[in-house]
């Protein structure tokens, strides 16, 4: 699968890394080609970088895994959009996002001729990304969104990075919803001091 990310930090550089270790073929976007954050993820044979717009145009599916603050100005630097799939993977914080937004998610809509936009990958830290692995077992990932197409795309992908599942929530109504679970997390995580070393997995009987 072609696939191009926007934001080449802790997450985005994670799942590039598992990504391109199952054979996908990964093009990194970036403003500054000589300067950029997860340069050494270029290591990799299936990982290049190019301008934002130029990694959109050969992709299948945007992954955005930048600041929610910059996810207006990121959606408006993508070029066309029509047609591509879109995993959202950030989160507004503390009211820290897109002005006049509840999620990152709708903003992406508003601002990009894309329909197929999905929410994954958000409601857990990027160290659970980079290792799912809990002794014998893994996490489970998340994904929401009105798009058959898109969820159908990160639900494959969230096996490829180790996931041992990744359950359907719901369309683009429960977009709060998934970040409300990611503030769960860091709740936990930060705020009542369990630390990042923890996660979320859906048990049934």
Same mark, same amino acid.
């Given at each position: =699968?072609?696939?191009?990310?926007? +934001?080449?930090? %802790?997450?985005?550089? $994670? /799942?590039?890394?598992?990504? &391109? @270790?199952?054979?996908?073929?990964?093009?990194?976007?970036?403003?500054?080609?000589?300067?950029?954050?997860?340069?050494?993820?270029?290591?990799?044979?299936?990982?290049?970088?190019?301008?934002?717009?130029?990694?959109?145009?050969?992709?299948?599916?945007?992954?955005?895994?930048?600041?929610?603050?910059?996810?207006?100005?990121?959606?408006?630097?993508?070029?066309?959009?029509?047609?591509?799939?879109?995993?959202?993977?950030?989160?507004?914080? =503390?009211?820290?996002?897109?002005? +006049?937004?509840? %999620?990152?998610?709708? $903003? /992406?809509?508003?601002?990009? &001729? @894309?329909?197929?936009?999905?929410?994954?990958?958000?409601?857990?830290?990027?160290?659970?990304?980079?290792?799912?692995?809990?002794?014998?077992?893994?996490?489970?990932?998340?994904?929401?969104?009105?798009?058959?197409?898109?969820?159908?795309?990160?639900?494959?992908?969230?096996?490829?990075?180790?996931?041992?599942?990744?359950?359907?929530?719901?369309?683009?109504?429960?977009?709060?919803?998934?970040?409300?679970?990611?503030?769960?997390?860091?709740?936990?995580?930060?705020?009542? +001091?369990?630390?990042?070393?923890?996660?979320?997995?859906?048990?049934?009987?």
């Amino acid at each position: =699968m072609n696939i191009a990310i926007i +934001g080449t930090g %802790n997450v985005g550089g $994670a /799942l590039a890394t598992k990504w &391109a @270790a199952k054979g996908h073929t990964i093009s990194l976007g970036v403003r500054d080609l000589q300067n950029f954050k997860g340069k050494a993820l270029l290591k990799h044979s299936n990982i290049t970088a190019m301008p934002i717009a130029e990694a959109v145009a050969k992709s299948a599916v945007i992954l955005i895994a930048t600041p929610a603050t910059a996810a207006v100005e990121v959606a408006r630097s993508l070029g066309n959009t029509q047609g591509k799939i879109i995993i959202d993977t950030m989160n507004i914080v =503390m009211g820290r996002g897109p002005k +006049g937004f509840s %999620n990152t998610s709708a $903003a /992406l809509l508003a601002n990009t &001729a @894309a329909t197929d936009v999905v929410k994954c990958f958000n409601t857990t830290g990027y160290n659970n990304i980079k290792d799912p692995r809990y002794g014998g077992t893994a996490l489970d990932a998340f994904v929401a969104g009105d798009s058959k197409e898109g969820k159908e795309a990160a639900i494959s992908l969230a096996g490829d990075a180790g996931f041992a599942a990744c359950y359907d929530i719901g369309g683009n109504d429960k977009f709060d919803l998934m970040e409300q679970f990611a503030f769960f997390w860091i709740n936990l995580a930060m705020m009542q +001091g369990h630390g990042r070393e923890i996660g979320f997995k859906l048990l049934k009987r």
